[in-house]
């Protein structure tokens, strides 16, 4: 199957496959996921018009004959399967909080001093020039209890710094050999029983370097990771553009991610490899390849740029250092992917009373938000391409017809997509709640036309 085919599908297909003990149920749930895309930012009341739907919607949350794993489950081998059309994905992983007001039970304390709960979440990647996301293929959700865990990971299987290899794990097991993973992470992962699962595992991954480590030479030398680095001189060199960003009013953001403008960065790239020793004892070791990535000319008054990445792909060549770079610049889809869940499906707005039917909601909303970054992603990615790229004949003909105007790119075509939903052409790039609904009418004007050609 093509995008274009991905993005046909309505994406209550993402659930036929659901095994919740009774067909009934998976029908009720297809149903839920048809009324949830049509306008995922509107409130319950508002997407089920009558008091019989809400009710029935709240009654589905709340039962306890499977959980949200059970609902997600067959998004899971949808995303596996486009992935299997690829051969080689990525497989992004991060955590994200949601936070909520008022009491809620079974919810804990966040990060930022708030109550709700955490999703981990795997995203399925292609390893295309576009980045196309795929899907979930892995989802931790989970609450704090009232003491906050150490921020240090443990070696315990359960623990929840052991969230990372678990992804990882169930991504592999779920590819089952189908496509090769390469799994990429942001710095909260760089712990040295990730690294060595992942090695374990005979995977590939590229993960940011998050702290200063010892390594070890041929000869048992200790030797500091930074001091190495430092040593290296550029080997590959290539330009990356950087957008604005204002973490000004967050002064817990901005320690980690300064303020900056836009700009366009010229970044030296070098690497090596290198052997880590486990923490403390040293029991075990790791050989791993490390890539530096530094800004050649820092403009006056910006923040340094600068990016340490451990791998185990090749860095022989100029080309694959920076084939590493491009597979971590990866990562923002993932980001992309928390807000679609976030601001695009209003998850911390809504109005349910316990972690659990919290849970089975994000579960609900989890393929439409993989549907709106589909989308997006599209959006940015394929703007000059041929509008058949994306959307089919008839879908073509919809548009055309309602802005009495041809349609010769993609651009063009999802633009007039997003003006559906009621995107302004002066507010700049359409956001996710107007892609989101815009594409849900352009599916209902498709199947329109299609009965008028029936005869």
Known sequence: MSVADWMRRPTSREFEEAD???????????????GVSVDPSASFPKIFSTSAEL???????????????EIL???????????????ECLVIHDTTEFNFRGERDGVGPTSSNGKGFFAHASLLVGLDATWTPLGLVSLEQYARGKGRKPKTPKAGENSEGQRWLRGARLAEERACGRFECIHVADREADTFYFLHGLVEL???????????RNLEDEDGEKQRLHDTLMGLEATARLQIELSARDNRGNARKARTHP?????????????????????????KQIEMNVVRVWEAALPAGEPAVEWVLWTSEPINSSKQLRRVVDIYRARWQIEEYFKALKTGCSLEKRQLESFETLSAAVAVFAPVAWKMLLLR???????????????????????????????????????ATAKLGGHLKQNGEPGWQTLGKGYETLLAGEAFLEVLADP
């Open 55 to 69: 009710e029935g919607f709240y009654r589905f949350l709340r039962n306890e004959h499977f959980g949200w794993e």
């Open 377 to 415: 992603s599209i959006a940015r990615s394929h703007a000059d391409c041929p509008p058949n790229t994306v959307l089919t004949p008839l879908q073509l003909k919809y548009l055309e017809r309602k802005y009495n105007k041809p349609i010769e790119t993609t651009r063009d075509a999802l633009l």
């Open 73 to 87: 489950e067959p998004h899971w081998r949808a995303s596996c399967r486009r992935g299997a059309e690829l051969e």
């Open 259 to 283: 303020s900056r403008g836009s700009r366009t960065a010229q970044m030296n790239v070098a690497g090596v490899t290198v052997t880590v020793p486990e923490p403390r004892d040293g029991a």
């Open 20 to 34: 919740l003990g009774d067909p009934r149920r998976t029908r009720r749930l297809c149903e839920i996921a048809e």
């Open 202 to 212: 005979g995977t590939r991954f590229v993960v940011r370097v998050a702290q200063d």
